[in-house]
């Protein structure tokens, strides 16, 4: 499989495109003033014990309070400056742990926690909707062949490392380089890799939880002592043993960082990493601009001439699969069976592609063959392997229905970039203002750099023209001086929120 990293950045994102056989895989984004915080450790104090829920709230700096339920707590909370938790793309299994840790004791919230005491805590969920944030006190840091556990000596396996001669090796790898009372998880990456290399993955660990302890000691609560890589980073680190071909980035500054962070990461791989510097934006030149737009709508199209219906509520997330124009060239059963695969085939992109988690019900066409029933639920198993995020998928009911989980870490991709629809009673979404706005700044830059337009009048909702005239006008400043060109940015009653006409001179 071809597979390539795409990354684009401005003055408004940063957005990273991974591309698998010529077609968009996943997509992650992340705005200047609104970086991911998932990953993120902080000192905080707790404000509140609520025992009816066995949880309590804790102050970690953040506009609200964080969740911290009495399960994500350290199994021993003698020692409990620092703890630990699973890296969100990791299984484990074959794990051991020394005697004694293996469960939580039969204590209540209040018995381990006090109203005003400070406490290390790392986020791993951030806030959805009427939910805020949830953290953890089983802190993990992740390195390219391990995640580090710094404060439980708990050793694990990524399932995805089959051979048992490997695991074995790995599993006393890690047990022979381990400081006393830490434990580690070895990623997939680590399959057959010699220890000088997990080695110097594992001090570089250790000497970051080092310098995130003393941070903690020095600083008063609350206060962020450690923050996740960013996107770019991140995705680097975690896919370059995947068979990435290219890592292509179109700002020389960011090119110079990521080919740095390759020569110290994987020397070996450093020249896959190239500037793009074409006057065409690098994600339209690929053809992913366009497939980026299509994740907004609800049906998305099948090659045999079905489709399926994307609908996410704030519960759950429905699929509805349709034959649509497809009638086959066989019998009925045939028909919808080929259907049936190509859609999870369809749906097992789109869960990554649109980054959807929690609750998914998926109703497959109804199939009276038990062995393509079995068929169907294989397909979709392989299918899911590819997926960094986990999921359990149960049998298919009586219905018909396929009803699965996936691990769900932050808003999909729609909830990230839309609100709800003034215009449908809520009841529907549109675009949010910021992503309007970039989508407006956006194309001022294609017009002058692809037209060489000099004066550019763009007419937009009022809402918008208000924001943008108000709060950002240094930006259209910046904007007018790079181009040599006047920018103007004008209100019109009749244009519909997401809407944008454009008036050259």
């Known amino acids: 499989m071809q597979r390539q990293i795409l ?98 004791p039969s204590l209540t919230i209040q018995d381990l926690l006090k109203e005003q005491q400070q406490i290390l805590v790392q986020l791993h969920k951030e806030p959805i909707g009427a939910k805020g944030s949830r953290v953890t006190t089983n802190i993990s840091l992740a390195g390219r062949y391990l995640v580090l556990l710094p404060c439980t000596r708990h050793i694990g396996i990524s399932r995805r490392i089959e051979n048992e001669e490997e695991r074995e090796r790995l599993k006393n790898l890690a047990t022979e380089l381990l400081p006393e009372k830490m434990g580690a998880i070895v990623r997939t990456a680590g399959n057959g890799t010699e220890k000088e290399e997990f080695k110097k993955d594992m001090e570089f660990l250790i000497a970051e939880w080092q310098k995130i302890k003393s941070k903690s000691e020095q600083c008063a609560a609350p206060a962020l002592v450690f923050q996740n890589p960013s996107i770019v980073f991140r995705m680097i680190r975690d896919m370059i043993s995947d068979g990435i071909e290219d890592i292509v980035v179109d700002d020389a500054k960011l090119y110079s960082e990521v080919l740095s962070f390759m020569k110290e990461l994987a020397p070996y791989s450093a020249h896959k990493v190239t500037f793009y510097d074409d006057s065409s934006p690098v994600f339209r030149a690929y053809g992913v601009e366009t497939e980026i737009s299509a994740l907004r709508s609800k049906k998305v199209w099948l090659n045999c001439g079905g489709y399926i219906i994307i609908d996410e509520t704030e519960a759950m997330t429905v699929i509805d699969v349709n034959t649509g124009r497809y009638i086959g060239k066989h019998n009925l059963e045939e ?77 999909s991709l729609n909830k990230s970039v839309t609100q709800p629809c003034p215009y449908c009673k809520r009841e529907g979404y549109i675009l949010s203002m ?32 208000v924001k943008i005239n108000e709060e950002r006008q240094k930006q259209l400043e910046s904007l007018q001086e790079r181009f040599n060109a006047v920018l103007k940015i004008m209100p019109s009653n009749d244009l519909h929120f997401e809407q944008i006409v454009e008036e050259i001179a």
């Open 434 to 465: 910021e992503t309007m706005i970039i989508k407006i700044f956006r194309t001022f830059e294609e017009i002058c750099r692809e037209e060489g337009a000099k004066n550019v009048t763009l007419r937009v909702h009022p809402r918008l023209a």
């Open 7 to 104: 990354i684009s950045v401005d003055d408004y994102e940063t957005r990273v495109a991974v591309i698998e056989n010529t077609k968009l895989a996943e997509y992650f984004f992340e705005r200047r003033e609104e970086r991911r915080i998932v990953g993120n450790i902080y000192k905080g104090i707790v404000t509140a014990i609520i025992p009816g829920i066995e949880a309590a709230f804790i102050d970690i700096g953040l506009p609200r309070n964080a969740f911290l339920y009495v399960n994500d707590l350290y199994p021993r909370y003698e020692d409990f400056e620092y703890l630990s938790e699973d890296d969100s793309d990791l299984e484990s299994d074959d794990s051991q742990e020394e005697e004694g840790e293996s469960e939580l």
């Open 335 to 411: 028909t919808v069976y080929r259907t049936n695969l190509e859609a999870a085939t369809e749906i097992a992109r789109q869960l990554r592609l649109r980054d959807i988690g929690g609750i998914i019900i998926i109703d497959f066409i109804d199939m009276r063959s038990k062995e393509n029933q079995d068929g169907l639920i294989e397909h979709f198993l392989d299918l899911l392997k590819r997926d960094r995020s986990r999921s359990h998928i149960y049998p298919l009911t009586e219905l018909g229905l396929l009803q699965m989980t996936r691990k769900r870490v932050r808003k």
